[in-house]
């Protein structure tokens, strides 16, 4: 199947701070990618979708100023998280949707994230 | 909006043995697919099975199989000769199949144990 790669797979920042997380996928076109939240037991929170070359669509309540995305490439998103606090810590998800067969979304590893 | 309902937040199964984990959904669209993800403890999504609305058959993937009543908007997994590594959260997802690049939404997940 394809593979979509998530990195860091962790990270611990500072508050205050700015951190990315990359998603690329590997061997397949991207033009969708979507970014994820997910606190512990619960399910996927779906934060903004990624097209190629334009803006993302961020949903209702998701910050945009402080949820960077960035889709400049067919095999790379990136989100950034704009001066980091503490209840910013989760676990980020991102997934890719092949340009081709834009049937299946494959996933990235996932990010947690951790602010002290 | 479509929606997704996974009923059950926990299951528990013995090994070898069978379980079902049920899956409802809401939509008026009449082309959509369906799946169910698995997410270890490693937090890595992974896709167990897809279903087409338009296909009637039933899709299976080896000890995988599902119950799709589309009259019902019942999309049921059905995981047979259960073994230890089956142990993990699952949930259901909803896709349109009428917008190219559409998100996907999610269940709130069935946390499955499996007891030796």
């Known amino acids: 199947g394809a593979v979509v790669s998530q990195h860091p797979s962790w990270v611990i920042c500072k508050s205050g701070t700015s951190v990315k997380i990359e998603c690329r996928s590997l061997?397949?076109?991207?033009?969708?990618m979507f970014w994820y939240r997910q606190f512990p037991k619960q399910s996927l929170m779906l934060m903004a979708t990624s097209n190629e070359g334009s803006k993302a669509t961020y949903e209702q309540g998701v910050e945009k100023d402080k949820f960077l995305i960035n889709h400049a490439s067919l095999t790379l998103s990136t989100l950034t998280v704009t001066s980091a606090h503490p209840e910013d810590s989760s676990f980020y998800i991102c997934s890719a949707l092949d340009r081709v067969g834009n049937t299946e979304a494959f996933f990235g590893q996932g990010t947690r994230l951790t602010v002290v | 909006a479509q929606t997704v309902t996974q009923s059950q937040p926990e299951m528990s199964v013995q090994e070898a043995e069978t379980v079902t984990l049920s899956c409802t959904y809401d939509?008026?669209?009449?082309?959509?697919?369906l799946f169910w993800y698995k997410q270890p403890p490693s937090r890595q999504m992974i896709l167990v099975i897809r279903q087409e609305a338009y296909k009637q058959q039933n899709a299976t993937e080896n000890r995988f199989s599902v119950n799709f009543q589309k009259a019902a908007k019942s999309f049921s997994l059905k995981i047979s000769d259960s073994q230890l590594g089956d142990a993990a959260m699952y949930f259901c997802a909803y896709r349109s199949g009428q917008t190219s690049g559409s998100r996907l939404t999610f269940g709130e997940g069935t946390q499955l144990t499996v007891n030796p």
């Open positions: 939509t008026s669209e009449s082309d959509y697919y």
């Open positions: 061997d397949f076109q991207a033009t969708t």
